[in-house]
């Protein structure tokens, strides 16, 4: 039996990178999926087709994580869609690279309100819907191995994922009375845009695979395998807890 038969999955930032390949997973396993995004456009058509291709449902909900109108409104709509939701991936995300002493205000509140008050407030949505309709829940947060490891110049980034760790930590305990399981995922270098200048960057690229005993960049579905596993039932036991999936690259040292 497929293991997300009679599911539904809300996936933000879900048109291409870890999150299109999250819903595509998690559909191929029985899953109807709504997909997100800030706008609808041939990305988002596209996984629509995949989704469809596959024999299952997929609709897309445009909202902005980083804003809290669009955040608290969207599990309303996600429910309106198909009549119920089970699972929730918090995968949208954005970094900014710069120094800590350029960083502007604005480029702060961006990073933070998409990576981090995004996730609180969409989170807190969809535990009160499955509070008020006395249904059982799966939340994965896409942290990062930055919720563990430094990530210089990218401040606000590594703030906003040392603070995903700690939340999803504090959640586990209030929501596991409800039938709530949360975890985290922290991908390592991942192979998607986010990364286009380190793939574009032959140099820097063989820097950054020194230090993954792997010696190779992730694939979008090696982070969606193990999405797939938290929000099954085989990870019923499993709640509080962060994931890596890094080639090796957090707890990695080397004497020569
Ligand atoms: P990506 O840039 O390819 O995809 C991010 C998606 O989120 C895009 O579709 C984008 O449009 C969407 N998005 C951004 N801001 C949004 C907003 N305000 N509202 C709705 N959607 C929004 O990046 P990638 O790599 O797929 O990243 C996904 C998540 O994985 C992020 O949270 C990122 O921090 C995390 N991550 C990525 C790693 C990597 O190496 N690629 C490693 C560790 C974590
Ligand atoms: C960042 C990537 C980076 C990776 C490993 C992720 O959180 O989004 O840009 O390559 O961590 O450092």
């Known amino acids: 039996m497929d293991r997300f038969e009679n599911k539904i999955a809300l996936i933000t930032g879900s048109t291409q990178g870890i999150g299109l390949a999250c819903a595509l997973r998690?559909?191929?396993e029985g899953a109807d999926i709504i997909l997100n995004g800030r706008k609808y456009d041939e990305r988002a058509e596209d996984a629509i087709?995949?989704?469809n291709a596959m024999?299952?449902?997929?609709?897309?909900?445009?909202?902005d994580m980083s804003r809290q109108d669009d955040v608290t409104s969207l599990i309303t709509k996600g429910v309106a869609v198909y009549g119920q939701l089970?699972?929730?991936?918090n995968n949208a995300g954005v970094e900014k690279n710069h120094s800590f002493w350029e960083v502007t205000e604005e480029e702060y509140d961006l990073v933070m309100n998409t990576n981090l008050k995004g996730v609180f407030f969409l989170t807190q949505a969809f535990v009160n819907y499955c509070r008020n309709s006395n249904r059982p829940g799966v939340v994965i947060n896409m942290s990062s191995v930055?919720?563990?490891i430094?990530?210089?110049?990218?401040?606000?980034y590594c703030a906003s994922k040392g603070a995903l760790k700690m939340l999803t930590r504090n959640l586990a305990t209030e929501l596991a009375p409800l039938n709530i399981r949360i975890n985290n995922v922290a991908p390592g270098a991942i192979s998607t845009p986010i990364n286009h200048t380190l793939i574009d960057n032959p140099e820097l690229l063989a820097n950054v695979l020194k230090n993954i005993p792997l010696k190779k960049l992730g694939q979008p579905k090696d982070v969606a395998a193990v999405v797939a596993f938290l929000a099954s039932d085989d990870a019923g036991y499993v709640t509080g807890s962060t994931y890596f999936v890094?080639?090796?690259l957090t707890y990695?040292?080397?004497e020569q």
């Open 26 to 28: 998690l559909a191929s």
């Open 49 to 51: 087709r995949q989704i």
């Open 55 to 63: 024999g299952r449902k997929a609709s897309f909900i445009e909202s």
């Open 86 to 89: 089970d699972i929730l991936v």
């Open 146 to 148: 930055h919720e563990e």
């Open 150 to 156: 430094i990530f210089p110049h990218f401040a606000a």
């Open 246 to 248: 890094d080639g090796g």
């Open 252 to 254: 990695h040292y080397e």
